[in-house]
């Protein structure tokens, strides 16, 4: 069964950091692209950054550049986001997904098949 489980979430102060990490225990990592979405209330979710796992290619949103960084482990079957510099406008609900191989990974969540429940992020200001 193919499964996605986020973890990593919680509270953090403007500045601060988190590591969100996606386990896909059933998966085999190099065959799939990984993306991670977030939504905030009353807003349309938004694709945060995903890594084409057969060439680590990875691709951010604009609003991430420069504070995330998407990696994977491929052995363990995880992929991460650590997310530094955190503003209020960081504060939404995570989700990790995962989709076919593309030669270059997109934001777009119609590509992801695959969907985790999700782990809370809070900045405060």
């Known amino acids: 069964q193919l499964q996605v489980v986020e973890s990593g979430g919680g509270l953090v102060q403007t500045g601060g950091s988190l590591l969100l990490s996606c386990a896909v225990p059933?998966?085999?990592?190099?065959?799939?692209?990984i993306a991670w979405f977030r939504q905030a209330p009353g807003k349309e979710r938004e694709g945060v950054s995903c890594?084409?796992?057969?060439?680590?290619?990875?691709s951010y949103a604009d609003s991430v550049k420069g504070r995330f960084t998407i990696s994977r482990d491929s052995v363990k079957k995880m992929v991460f986001l650590q997310m530094d510099n955190l503003r209020p406008e960081d504060t939404g609900h995570y989700r990790c997904?995962?989709?076919?191989?593309?030669?270059?990974?997109?934001?777009?969540?119609?590509?992801?098949?695959?969907w985790g429940r999700g782990t809370q992020v809070t900045v405060s200001s």
């Open positions: 997904a995962a989709g076919r191989l593309m030669s270059k990974c997109v934001l777009q969540s119609y590509e992801y098949v695959y």
């Open positions: 890594i084409n796992n057969s060439n680590d290619s990875a």
């Open positions: 059933g998966f085999t990592l190099d065959y799939f692209a």
